[in-house]
C-alpha cells in the first residue's frame, strides 16, 4: 500500500491551497483518513481527519478554514487549504487507516511542503 500526496507549493498570506493525496495497493477497505503538518523544529500534528461515513473533525487552528474531504470510489483524501497565513507554512502529511488482506495499518504519505509567504 502507497499513499501519494500532491498539491503543495508556495502561496501569500490570505491566498488558497488543495492537496490530495491517493491510496494505491491491496486495500479492502479504508476508514480513517487524516492530513497532518510538521513545522520546522515541531512535532508533527493533526489537521483534519474524516472517517468512513463522512464525519470529520478539525484542530481549532484551522477550523473554518480548512475543509478535508475522501472520495470512497477513488481512495483519495483531500485537503482544501484557504486563508492561509505564515503560520500554515509546514510539511503535509497524509494519513490512512488501511485494511489489507490481513490486518489494519496506519500508512503515510511521503509530504508536501506547503509556504505562505507574509
Known amino acids: 500500500v502507497q499513499l501519494q500526496a500532491s498539491g503543495g507549493g508556495l502561496v501569500q498570506a490570505g491566498g488558497s491551497l488543495s492537496l490530495s493525496c491517493a491510496a494505491s495497493?491491496?486495500?479492502?477497505?479504508?476508514?480513517?483518513m487524516s492530513w497532518y503538518r510538521q513545522a520546522p523544529g515541531k512535532q508533527r500534528e493533526l489537521d483534519a481527519v474524516i472517517v468512513s461515513g463522512d464525519s470529520t473533525n478539525y484542530a481549532d487552528s484551522v477550523k473554518g478554514r480548512f475543509t478535508i474531504s475522501r472520495d470512497n470510489v477513488k481512495n483519495t483524501v483531500s485537503l482544501q487549504m484557504n486563508s492561509l497565513g505564515p503560520e500554515d507554512t509546514a510539511v503535509y502529511y497524509c494519513s490512512a487507516h488501511i485494511r489489507t488482506l490481513a490486518r489494519w495499518d496506519t500508512y503515510w504519505g511521503q509530504g508536501t511542503q506547503v509556504t505562505v509567504s507574509s
Open positions: 495497493g491491496s486495500i479492502f477497505d479504508i476508514n480513517r
